[in-house]
């Protein structure tokens, strides 16, 4: 007899509401829950594997440890807490806490309590080096919001919207920003049905920009100069929003001189951007009147992502973009305390130069985190504050970090390498121990997590206010001993007779949650639902409320209004940041003694079945490809007389990889687009490099240097826009 039950899809940060049929204690099958009120069916191909991913024959049912020779055995979860707490004893004795850091990748978001235990942990040795992806994924976010100052009330709404601007971020695909996470497709499409005038900049007609009234199909790495040249029609048209600008910023006049060389005749120059089209764009987006600009992953790897940032919140300022007194508060917190925020400009702080400073590229901690991109730098160097050790959660350095090559033999230079992981990934493999985990069914949830991500990113989260609580649906299969994430920190906690005590902050909340912290009674294991309760404490609605609807629900019934700004508040929106506009002026010499461009540039793109590293083990998620492709435009291969499978070179002046050509007719011409955190590692498989790119991929942090061309303050490489050469390898041997 088989039960079917409300669930949340865990294995990506859209958390769908779905359905799980569970047989004789087996997850069997999983589909979209059409009683839900957000997702309303919704599931992709990822969230229908997650019965295999459950039932998987790689997945890891017990703790693995690794012998002298390199390989790996498996050793009861205890003993390898106990011993991990013995060498990091040993470590921290020896060389102090910032020996040890800690790396929350992405599969430590699914998991409300791993990532607030583990900081907990980090807090009770003592050590500051505490890395996430975010710093090679979309740092400029962060850094842009502190240098212009947030508006308390945040942005106008997706839902509402008359114009929206998407910049190098395609929801269709990601399911992740630039439209509500549930169904980004079906938001995209719905949207433009009722009216909404979409604007998209991107170098490939993708999905999303198959939708818009305008694509701006410019060079990538122009963002810069697009945003900066419709700041300027903007002003020069006297489309902006003049009584918000007087009112709750400082610093146009400065601004409208910036920006006053990206005429759109430069601009079609410098970005390939047809000057009517982007005048349009302008247009369009200034007259809104409601309406948001976000930005993806895409211009933030390109080269100064920061500065693509901050123009794009310049330009939603501009044109009042954002939530006055009287206005309904889209989502005024379900798991989160009341939301109930004033129609006022939050201070701008310092994007960086705080806190700690790493021993390389004078980077320091940045309002996005710790540079992760420096991290194999900080293992690497002798020293001291040498890092000798490094905990990994659901993360893959060994095949997502940029500069592959440098990451790996930092990853073998440590003392000590634990990673959380279900298989035994890349990272994994040269772990000392991994730690096998429950799956997401094996163990409650909520949306939390997700619920935050507004605080990380206007444009991410719900902009309603929705929330679900996941039961814990099956028990790990027979035989199995493996722990939740948090459990591993508790463990050693445990061990090493230290206290811990859990906040709901997410690291991207500066100043933490709106409770302090609650110690843990440290002479117990806690329950999983103890736990996510004290995340959610002070929720506007109880978490028992939320329990109550199984399927999820939109709590709405409380309307909530933006009240007034105080009139003692003086804080104003930063227009004119000097170290941005210099960033700006910079551009604008560039523009000037304008460079040849180079025969190609590598940009990335993600793949639907697949999620970063993960899911390549599953079959069902590989039919379409089981390596990544090399894209380029059909024009392309048939000037280089390469046919869709043939092998490519491609080469930066950094590294070389092989690369299987695939053609792509929705791509600008010059460009090779492909996707991350594939491939293997070095000299592994005793296959040929051929053969591995056939069964793997390529791995392109391979071609990223992370020691030059980065960004000077959050120290991401250039991983967009990247100038690469490429040649077909039949033609190789004659170079
Ligand atoms: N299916 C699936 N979903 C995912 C992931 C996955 O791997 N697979 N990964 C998840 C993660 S970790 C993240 S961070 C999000 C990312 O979510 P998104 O940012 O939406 O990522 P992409 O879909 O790659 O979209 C990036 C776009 O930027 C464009 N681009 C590249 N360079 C430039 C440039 O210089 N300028 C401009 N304007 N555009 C450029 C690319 O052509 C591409 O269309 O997705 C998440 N969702
Ligand atoms: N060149 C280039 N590099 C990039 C990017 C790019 O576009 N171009 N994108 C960047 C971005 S946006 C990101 S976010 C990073 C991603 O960087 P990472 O987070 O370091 O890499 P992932 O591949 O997401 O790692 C996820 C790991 O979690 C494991 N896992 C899966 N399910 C679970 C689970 O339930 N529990 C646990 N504990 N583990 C699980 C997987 O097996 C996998 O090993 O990569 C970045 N790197
Ligand atoms: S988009 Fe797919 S993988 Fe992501 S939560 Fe929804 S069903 Fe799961
Ligand atoms: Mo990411």
Not at 272 to 280: K, N, S, T
Not at 368 to 385: N, S, V
């Amino acid at each position: 007899m088989s039960e079917v039950h409300p669930t949340i899809c865990r294995v990506c940060a859209a958390h769908c509401g779905i359905l799980v049929e569970v047989e004789g204690g087996r997850v069997v099958d999983v589909s979209g829950d059409r009683d839900n009120p957000l997702y309303r069916g919704y599931i992709c191909p990822k969230g229908r594997a997650l019965p295999e991913m459950h039932n998987h024959a790689g997945r890891l049912l017990h703790s693995m440890k690794r012998a002298d020779g390199g390989s790996h055995a498996p050793v009861p979860h205890e003993q390898a807490l106990d011993e991990i707490a013995e060498r990091l004893r040993v470590l921290l004795d020896r060389y102090g806490p910032r020996s040890i850091a800690l790396y929350a990748g992405t599969y430590a978001f699914m998991y409300p309590i791993a990532t607030p235990m583990a900081m907990s942990w980090m807090n009770a040795i003592g050590s500051p080096m505490r890395f996430a992806p975010a710093t090679i994924d979309k740092p400029g976010k962060g850094i842009a919001m502190a240098l212009h100052g947030r508006w308390a009330a945040g942005p106008q709404t997706f839902a509402d919207a008359d114009t929206w601007m998407i910049v190098g971020a395609n929801p269709p695909v990601s399911r992740s920003i630039g439209a509500p996470p549930n169904n980004g497709s079906g938001q995209l499409h719905h949207a433009v049905r009722r009216g909404m005038k979409l604007i998209v900049i991107d170098p490939r007609r993708t999905e999303a920009a198959r939708l818009a009234a305008v694509h701006l199909q410019g060079r990538p790495g122009q963002d810069p100069v697009i945003i900066a040249g419709m700041l300027r029609v903007i002003l020069h048209e006297d489309l902006a929003d003049r009584q918000f600008i007087e009112h709750n910023t400082r610093g146009l006049a400065q601004l409208a001189r910036s920006v006053e060389p990206f005429t759109p005749e430069i601009v079609q120059q410098q970005a390939d951007v047809p000057a009517g089209l982007l005048i349009q764009a302008a247009r369009i987006f200034a007259a809104g009147p409601r309406g948001f600009a976000v930005a993806g992953t895409g211009p933030n790897m390109a080269p100064r992502g920061t500065l693509s940032e901050y123009l794009l919140l310049c330009l939603n300022t501009v044109c009042g973009r954002w939530l006055r007194a009287g206005e309904r508060v889209p989502n005024p917190g379900v798991l989160t305390p009341a939301f109930l925020p004033r129609a006022q400009a939050m201070a701008p702080a310092p994007g960086w130069g705080f806190g700690e400073r790493l021993r390389v590229r004078g980077l320091t901690a940045t309002a996005a985190g710790l540079p992760t991109a420096a991290l194999p730098d900080e293992i690497l160097l002798e020293g001291e504050g040498q890092v000798r050790a490094l905990i990994c959660i659901g993360g893959n350095p060994a095949l997502a970090w940029p500069d592959q090559l440098k990451t790996v033999s930092a990853l073998r230079q440590l003392d000590l390498l634990v990673s959380i992981d279900t298989e035994m990934s890349a990272t994994a493999r040269l772990s000392h121990y991994v730690i096998a985990p429950k799956l997401s069914l094996e163990q409650p949830g909520h949306t939390l997590a997700i619920e935050t991500l507004s605080g990380y990113a206007y444009g991410m989260g719900y902009e309603v206010p929705y929330a679900q609580y996941a039961a814990q649906l099956v028990a790990p299969p027979p035989g199995a001993d493996v722990i939740e994430d948090w459990e591993f920190f508790h463990g050693l906690a445990r061990r090493m007779g230290l206290p811990l005590s859990l906040d709901s902050a997410v690291p991207w909340i500066a100043g933490g949650g709106a409770a302090p912290p609650v110690a843990l009674d440290m002479d117990r294991r806690p329950t999983t639902e103890e736990l996510l309760d004290i995340l959610v404490r002070g929720s506007r609605v109880p978490l028992e409320r939320v329990k109550s609807h199984p399927h999820g629900h939109v709590f709405d019934d409380e309307p909530v209004t933006v009240l007034p700004a105080d009139p003692a508040s003086t804080a104003r929106l930063e227009l004119s940041d000097p170290v941005m506009l210099a960033e700006l002026e910079e551009v604008a010499c560039e523009v000037q003694h304008a460079s040849p461009e180079p025969a190609w540039r590598l940009v990335p793109r993600r793949l639907p079945d697949v999620y970063n590293s993960f899911g390549r083990s599953h079959e069902r998620l590989v039919r379409h490809f089981a390596y990544n492709p090399a894209f380029m435009h059909p024009d392309d291969l048939e000037k280089l007389e390469v046919t869709a499978g043939d092998l490519i070179e491609i080469r930066s002046d950094h590294g070389a990889i092989l690369g299987i050509a695939e053609a792509d007719a929705t791509l600008r011409r010059g460009l090779v687009s492909m996707t991350h955190a594939f491939g293997d590692l070095p000299g592994t498989g005793g296959e040929g490099e051929a053969e591995q790119v056939h069964r793997a991929g390529s791995n392109i942090g391979r071609l990223i240097p992370t020691d030059r061309n980065h960004d000077p303050h959050c120290g991401i490489p250039w991983m967009s826009a990247l100038p690469v050469s490429v040649i077909p390898v039949r033609l190789r041997a004659a170079r």
